[in-house]
Nanobody, 122 residues
Framework: QVQLQESGPGLVKPSQTLSLTCTVSGGSITTNYFYWSWIRQPPGQGLEWMGA???????YYSPSLKSRTSISRDTSKNQFTLQLSSVTPEDTAVYYCARESTAPPSYEYDYWGQGTQVTVSS
């Protein structure tokens, strides 16, 4: 059973960089042909796919967030990380990590983390 767990600060100040880590257990992030995504849901809104890193390390980004987003991985820890720069209160959301088995964004995820609330506020 694959499990994902998000971790990181719950409060970030405007203009700072939000950094979240997803720790994966029960499966390797380098296993063919899985992709590891970050998705967020602002209050009262739908899910927004932000980006992903694939089994080979290739990254994929939402065009609307690409200029502020960086996704990386640490294969020794079986973790992948999201960094979102220059945050504003509009980046307040529940952030999820998830796994998909086709090239992203497929919007079909078979495993999810529980989500972590991030609030952007001074």
């Amino acid at each position: 059973q694959v499990q994902l767990q998000e971790s990181g600060p719950g409060l970030v100040k405007p203009s700072q960089t939000l950094s979240l880590t997803c720790t994966v257990s029960g499966g390797s992030i380098t296993t063919n042909y899985f992709y590891w995504s970050w998705i967020r849901q602002p209050p009262g809104q739908g899910l927004e796919w932000m980006g992903a890193i694939g089994y080979s390390g290739v990254t994929y980004y939402s065009p609307s967030l690409k200029s502020r987003t960086s996704i990386s991985r640490d294969t020794s820890k079986n973790q992948f990380t999201l960094q979102l720069s220059s945050v504003t209160p509009e980046d307040t959301a529940v952030y999820y990590c998830a796994r998909e088995s086709t090239a992203p964004p497929s919007y079909e995820y078979d495993y999810w983390g529980q989500g972590t609330q991030v609030t952007v506020s001074s």
